[in-house]
């Protein structure tokens, strides 16, 4: 079945640092790749997402190519904040005909300090 | 617009007791995902709802896991002879129902079992 592995934390970074958080996929077909965020006390949110191979996803600094020869959807940002500090999830979404749960990695948690 | 709501935000219940969590997803989508986060699993699918069609119950962990999803749109997870390991967040969301489309999270509702 479809699996999602990506790096275990916590990850513990100094304000403006470099950020890359390996997310590597299993899947049949062509899925959708998805990056979500969860900040303290609050539900998820979509950070960013790409539906095809070579796709870059961007938001509020981050990004995430989709590369299909690594199968991999790693997220970057060049410079953290401390607002940063979250738990991101990794997820999928299969291509194709049928049902469409996302399958998460196990979540890697962020903390920036000052 | 409104985001996807759920209610009671924490439930705290006894062991053996019945508990109904209600999901009410973004107007006009027509899919509508359940999602268990415990610490010991992460981020688990329950059930899949599309239109009409028969939900897709595979995620579901027990028979004492059931939902339903009325009209289309409000949906209700009932949780039958709550055990310890139940104690969980649990998380709808709801999408447009289209392949690689975002799925939108509600903020979840927190079960603590004693």
């Known amino acids: 079945g479809d699996s999602v592995t990506q790096m275990e934390g916590p990850v513990t970074l100094s304000e403006e640092a470099c950020l890359t958080i390996n997310c590597t996929y299993t899947a049949t077909g062509y899925p959708s790749l998805f990056w979500y965020v969860q900040y303290p006390g609050e539900g998820l949110q979509l950070l960013l997402k790409?539906?095809?191979?070579?796709d870059k996803g961007s938001n509020k600094g981050f990004e995430a190519t989709y590369r299909k020869e690594t199968t991999s959807f790693h997220l970057e940002k060049g410079s953290v904040q401390v607002s940063d500090s979250a738990v991101y999830f990794c997820?999928?979404?299969?291509?194709?005909?049928?049902?469409?749960?996302?399958?998460f990695g196990k979540g890697t948690k962020l903390s920036v300090i000052p | 617009g409104a985001g996807v709501s759920q209610s009671p935000s924490n439930k705290v219940t006894e062991k053996g007791k019945d508990v109904e969590l209600r999901c009410d997803p973004i107007s006009g989508h027509t899919a509508l995902y359940w999602y268990r986060q415990s610490l010991g699993q992460g981020l688990e699918f329950l059930i899949y709802?599309?239109?009409?069609?028969?939900?897709?119950k595979s995620g579901l962990p027990s028979d004492r896991f059931s939902a339903e999803r009325t009209g289309g749109s409000v949906s209700t997870l009932t949780i039958q002879r709550t055990q310890q390991e139940d104690s969980a967040v649990y998380l709808c969301a709801s999408s447009l129902g289209l392949s690689g489309d975002t799925q939108y999270f509600g903020p979840g509702t927190r079960l603590t079992v004693l």
């Open positions: 997820a999928l979404h299969p291509g194709g005909a049928g049902s469409y749960q996302l399958t």
């Open positions: 709802f599309q239109g009409n069609s028969a939900p897709d």
């Open positions: 790409a539906t095809k191979a070579d």
